[in-house]
C-alpha cells in the first residue's frame, strides 16, 4: 500500500506534526475535541518530497545553491538572487499528474460538502519547527488552478531571502523546511482575532485577553493597525477591561486574495464584538486549556453567514509565550499587547 499524503483535517492529530506540519496537525485536534474548525485538507511534507522527486527539481534546486558556495554571512543580493532562482524553479514547475489529481480530487470534494461550486480557500504554510512570519499564506483562493499555483507559492516560501538567511547563518541546510500546506475553508470573517489563556505580558493566569478587528485575521496578527482589546476574568467569565481601537484599516476579500482597506467610518470606534461573542471566545479559549494542560494562544473568526454561537470558528492553538515584564493595570496589559504584538506569526 502507497503512503499517505494528502488528509482530511478530522484523520490529523498531534502525533501527525511531523507529516504535516504543525498547522494542520493542530488543527486535526481542534477538530477532535469538537471545536468548529473549517473544513479543509491538509498535504504532507511527503507530497513535497514526491513533487521534487517526480519533476527532478531537487536536483536544480542543490545545484543552485551549490554554485553559491558558503552562504554564511552573505550580502542581502546573494540571498535575493538565490531566492528568486529557488522560487522561480518551484513556482513555474507543471504539478506532477499524480499530485494535481489527488489535490483536484479533495478540493472538488470540499466543495461537495459545502455545497459551493469553486469554494474560497486559504492556503497556509505548515512547518514542523516555529519560523514566526517566515512562510507565505494566501487567502480567498478559488477555483482548482489558482489552488494548485498557490501551494507552488507556498512550497516555494520557504526559499525567501530572510528564510535562506536564516538557515545559512544558523548552520542549517539551504534545501530545508519543507513545508505542508492546509487548505480549510475561508471563514467570511465579519470579525477576526486571537485569544491568550494567560495575559503574555505578565503571566497572569488569571486573565484572558483578546484582540479583535473587523474583517479578516490578518487585520489583527500583522500588527499594522490599532485593534480592540478585552481582558477577561478567567474565573467568573466577567469582561474586567476593555479598549476599543481607532480602527482605520482592516483586511477584507478582494477578486485578487485579500487586501487592506480603509475602514467605514462609523465603524471605527465601534467594537467588533458584543459581549456575548467575547464571553464565548473566553469560554472556549479556558475551556482548551484546560483540556489541553497548558496556557493558550488561539485564533478565531466570526462568520457572518451564520448566527451566533454557530458563527464562531476556531483556525489554531498553541501554547502561549510569556514575556518576562510587568505591568500594573489591566487597560496597560492591552495597550502593551496591542503595541508590542508579543506573539509571533
Same mark, same amino acid.
Given at each position: 500500500?502507497? *503512503? ?17 506540519? +504543525? +498547522? #494542520?496537525?493542530?488543527?486535526?485536534? %481542534?477538530?477532535?475535541?469538537?471545536? /468548529? ?25 542543490? $545545484?543552485?545553491?551549490?554554485? #553559491?558556495?558558503?552562504? +554564511? ?24 499528474? *499524480? ?13 461537495? +460538502? ?11 504554510? !505548515? ?22 499555483? *498557490? ?15 536564516? =538557515? ?13 500546506? /492546509? ?5 467570511? $470573517? =465579519?470579525?477576526?482575532?486571537? !485569544? ?13 485577553? %483578546? ?12 500588527? !499594522? ?16 477591561? =476593555? ?18 482597506? @480603509? ?11 458584543? @459581549? ?17 494542560? !497548558? ?7 466570526? @462568520? ?7 458563527? %464562531? ?5 498553541? =501554547? ?9 493595570? /489591566? ?11 508579543? *506573539?509571533?506569526?
Amino acid at each position: 500500500m502507497s *503512503k499517505q499524503i494528502i488528509f482530511w483535517f478530522e484523520e490529523l492529530g498531534p502525533e501527525h506534526n511531523d507529516v504535516v506540519g +504543525k +498547522k #494542520c496537525a493542530n488543527l486535526g485536534k %481542534l477538530t477532535h475535541m469538537g471545536l /468548529a474548525v473549517p473544513p479543509g485538507f491538509a498535504l504532507s511534507i511527503d507530497m513535497y518530497l514526491e513533487f521534487l522527486q517526480t519533476t527532478g527539481l531537487g536536483e536544480q534546486l542543490g $545545484s543552485y545553491v551549490q554554485a #553559491c558556495g558558503d552562504l +554564511k554571512g552573505a550580502s542581502i543580493s546573494v540571498y535575493e538572487k538565490l531566492s528568486t532562482q529557488l522560487r522561480d524553479a518551484i513556482e513555474t514547475q507543471e504539478m506532477p499528474p *499524480k499530485l494535481k489529481e489527488l489535490i483536484s480530487s479533495y478540493y472538488a470534494q470540499l466543495c461537495e +460538502k459545502t455545497g459551493i461550486d469553486d469554494l474560497a480557500v486559504s492556503v497556509r504554510s !505548515a512547518g514542523t519547527q516555529s519560523r514566526p512570519g517566515m512562510f507565505e499564506t494566501y487567502l480567498n483562493v478559488s477555483g482548482i488552478d489558482d489552488v494548485l499555483a *498557490k501551494v507552488r507559492q507556498v512550497w516555494a516560501s520557504a526559499y525567501t531571502p530572510r528564510a535562506i538567511a536564516f =538557515r545559512s547563518n544558523k548552520g542549517l541546510p539551504v534545501i530545508g523546511d519543507e513545508l505542508g500546506v /492546509a487548505i480549510p475553508k475561508m471563514v467570511n $470573517s =465579519r470579525a477576526s482575532g486571537i !485569544a491568550f489563556t494567560v495575559n503574555p505580558v505578565d503571566g497572569d493566569a488569571s486573565q484572558i485577553l %483578546l484582540e479583535a478587528n473587523w474583517g479578516l485575521g490578518e487585520g489583527v496578527v500583522s500588527g !499594522a493597525e490599532s485593534v480592540d482589546g478585552f481582558v477577561v476574568n478567567k474565573n467568573t467569565l466577567e469582561i474586567k477591561d =476593555r479598549h476599543i481601537g481607532n480602527k482605520t484599516k482592516y483586511v477584507i476579500f478582494t477578486d485578487q486574495g485579500a487586501d487592506w482597506a @480603509d475602514m467605514p467610518e462609523k465603524l471605527q470606534s465601534v467594537s467588533c464584538l458584543s @459581549d456575548e461573542e467575547v464571553i464565548e471566545i473566553a469560554r472556549i479559549a479556558k475551556d482548551t486549556e484546560a483540556r489541553l494542560n !497548558a496556557p493558550q494562544d488561539m485564533e478565531w473568526a466570526i @462568520d457572518q453567514d451564520l448566527p451566533f454561537p454557530e458563527s %464562531l470558528f476556531w483556525l489554531q492553538t498553541r =501554547r502561549a509565550k510569556v514575556a518576562a515584564k510587568k505591568i500594573e493595570t /489591566a487597560s496597560e496589559h492591552i495597550a502593551d499587547l496591542l503595541a508590542k504584538k508579543l *506573539k509571533g506569526f
